[in-house]
């Protein structure tokens, strides 16, 4: 048999809660061998909240990044040449000894 069967689609289910996204200005990476926990936060000093956490595996993050450098392709062919923004201050979270 050669013909190949028909491909079906998965519904997938799209709370309310989530259709307006969040806004993120940072992004912290951890990671295990077995996953990677990506915390998107939005600070505005003096204080910051977590919006999104988003634990992923290792094999995933390669199809991510890949899937982003070719949609960054597909913008910059469109809309021009992007420019990284630069780097903001690090805060300080969580506790940090004192320095002397």
Known sequence: MDEKEPQKGI??????SLKGGVYSNVMQVAHTKEEFVLDFMMLMPPTGSVTARVVISPGHVKRMIAALA???KKY????????AAEEPIKPTMGFHPPTS
Request: charged share 35%.
């Open 11 to 16: 519904q997938v289910y799209f709370p309310d």
């Open 76 to 83: 910059e062919d469109k809309f021009g040449k992007l420019t």
């Open 70 to 72: 070719e949609n960054i």
